[in-house]
């Protein structure tokens, strides 16, 4: 996989760790953890878990841009996403690479979500540690090309794949933030109710039920 990078990688490709101490309740600015690359989703899963506000001083300005591939090398190591949007106001930690690649991007995603590249990686790892972490192993792993005749629309069938999947992903995740901004607003609007009663007119139960007794007659 190394010489399918634009360059080699540099320390500003990795993330940086602010520690616990400047998490925070509430920030405009966000630390995006491993737990936010999940195997299921090719967009950032993102929860309380997996983003952590930080204070404005612990932030680092990353330029985080649609497009984006990341790789995890810690915990979760070998699982990679692809930012959906540009993250101006989120940085990403120690544990995850920003990979450099523009060229056939979408065919070595592809790649790179499949158990073909996870089995590599995992046999490189080292084994009987807690917490795996894989350094820059990943990018001893093979990146398989198709080399028939049709080599060319192979690669291009499954980079449509993969745009697809992308596209579907980001219209639940849209539709999803969209609902759940309705329900908040709904519930920001609810008002208390008061029940107010109000005595029945002779009419009401004149039509509803027996004057069985007297109670609205005149005297």
Same mark, same amino acid.
């Given at each position: 996989?190394?010489?399918?990078?634009?360059?080699?990688?540099?320390?500003?490709?990795?993330?940086?760790?602010?520690?616990?101490?400047?998490?925070?309740?509430?920030?405009?600015?966000?630390?995006?953890?491993?737990?936010?690359?999940?195997?299921?989703?090719?967009?950032?899963?993102?929860?309380?878990?997996?983003?952590?506000?930080?204070?404005?001083?612990?932030?680092?300005?990353?330029?985080?841009?649609?497009?984006?591939?990341?790789?995890?090398?810690?915990?979760?190591?070998?699982?990679?996403?692809?930012?959906?949007?540009?993250?101006?106001?989120?940085?990403?930690?120690?544990?995850?690479?920003?990979?450099? #690649?523009?060229?056939?991007?979408?065919? *070595?995603?592809?790649?790179? $979500? @499949?158990?073909?590249? +996870?089995?590599? %990686? !995992?046999?490189?790892?080292?084994?009987?540690?807690?917490?795996?972490?894989?350094?820059?192993?990943?990018?001893?792993?093979?990146?398989?090309?198709?080399?028939?005749?049709?080599?060319?629309?192979?690669?291009?069938? #499954?980079?449509?794949?993969?745009?697809? *999947?992308?596209?579907?992903? $980001? @219209?639940?995740?849209? +539709?999803?933030? %969209? !609902?759940?901004?309705?329900?908040?607003?709904?519930?920001?609007?609810?008002?208390?109710?008061?029940?107010?009663?109000?005595?029945?007119?002779?009419?009401?139960?004149?039509?509803?039920?027996?004057?069985?007794?007297?109670?609205?007659?005149?005297?």
């Amino acid at each position: 996989m190394r010489e399918l990078l634009d360059r080699p990688l540099k320390p500003s490709d990795k993330g940086i760790e602010v520690g616990s101490q400047s998490y925070i309740t509430h920030s405009p600015f966000q630390f995006i953890r491993t737990k936010g690359l999940q195997p299921e989703s090719f967009l950032p899963s993102f929860s309380p878990e997996s983003v952590v506000p930080v204070l404005p001083t612990s932030f680092k300005k990353i330029g985080l841009k649609e497009g984006d591939v990341l790789i995890s090398k810690d915990s979760n190591i070998g699982e990679v996403i692809i930012l959906d949007r540009d993250y101006p106001q989120h940085m990403i930690s120690g544990g995850i690479y920003r990979l450099p #690649i523009t060229k056939q991007k979408y065919y *070595i995603f592809g790649l790179l $979500k @499949s158990e073909f590249f +996870k089995t590599q %990686l !995992l046999f490189l790892v080292s084994r009987g540690t807690t917490i795996k972490h894989a350094k820059t192993l990943f990018l001893d792993c093979e990146i398989p090309f198709p080399n028939q005749k049709n080599k060319d629309e192979v690669i291009k069938h #499954i980079e449509s794949l993969v745009l697809s *999947i992308i596209a579907q992903e $980001k @219209s639940v995740k849209e +539709k999803s933030e %969209l !609902l759940n901004q309705l329900i908040e607003k709904e519930l920001a609007n609810q008002k208390s109710n008061t029940f107010h009663y109000e005595y029945p007119t002779l009419k009401k139960i004149g039509e509803n039920s027996r004057l069985d007794t007297g109670t609205y007659s005149k005297r």
